[in-house]
């Protein structure tokens, strides 16, 4: 089968997957579902509509199955919180140019920019190869009461959406898994999935999770 002919089909998998087992599901004290609700004030009001159709344009994006699955912990409130990509950011999507998909940002205060979006899409688009992004927990992980922050998602949580990234492992069948984070690493490692580890970009991490992706990735130095 032709690359070509992929298209729309792991796609649609997700999307049932997606549309039946995390779009539905209600926000917590401490977990904000972004596909499926909006805060006055912090969100426009079609906001998680507009955030699944981030998701969808990104998916779309993929002319075949991605051979390689990164896997963050949470997402962040100035990246995938907003944006609907992990790992990606509202200011990245109104950059001509510089992402492989269109989106359109969904906050009112923004468009924010996050850190760990900046470093792994700068190696990404470094080389040709395609990687998708995804999270652990793939709801926004706050500190309750603070809805524009970031924690670590919880070893319960991580438990909780551990079904949801086998049925996502099992859709695209990746030939390499890449836990970003410990948090990343022992979900995968609960289901028996090989992968490897590298340290998350974030909170310091930025030198040794550079070094470690270009290996993994066979991205040059130059």
């Known amino acids: 089968m032709s690359p070509s002919a992929y298209a729309g089909v ?9 549309e039946r087992d995390l779009f539905p599901l209600p926000s917590s004290d401490g977990l904000f579902n972004q596909y499926r609700d909006v805060v006055p004030g912090l969100d426009r009001p079609d906001g998680a509509a507009l955030r699944r159709q981030n998701f969808r344009n990104y ?22 919180r907003f944006s609907g990509v992990a790992f990606t950011s509202e200011r990245q999507m109104l950059t001509p140019g510089f992402l492989p998909f269109a989106g359109q940002p969904t906050s009112v205060g923004g468009p924010y920019s996050e850190i760990s979006a900046t470093i792994l899409w700068g190696e990404l688009r470094r080389g040709p190869l395609r990687a998708m992004n995804w999270n652990a927990v793939p709801m926004h992980a706050h500190r309750p009461g603070v809805l524009l922050s970031n924690r670590n998602p919880t070893p319960k949580e991580v438990l909780h959406f551990c079904t949801l990234l086998e049925s996502v492992c099992s859709v695209i069948k990746p030939q390499q898994v890449v836990a970003l984070g410990r948090h990343a690493e022992h979900a995968l490692t609960s289901l028996d999935v090989p992968h490897t580890y590298v340290r998350h970009p974030a909170s ?11 290996t993994i990735m066979g991205l040059t130095d130059g």
């Open 10 to 18: 792991f796609q649609d998998d997700l999307w049932e997957i997606f």
């Open 59 to 80: 998916l779309d994006s993929f002319i075949a199955p991605p051979s390689v699955l990164l896997v963050g912990e949470a997402a962040g409130y100035r990246g995938g």
């Open 204 to 214: 310091g991490g930025a030198l040794a999770f550079r070094r470690d992706f270009r």
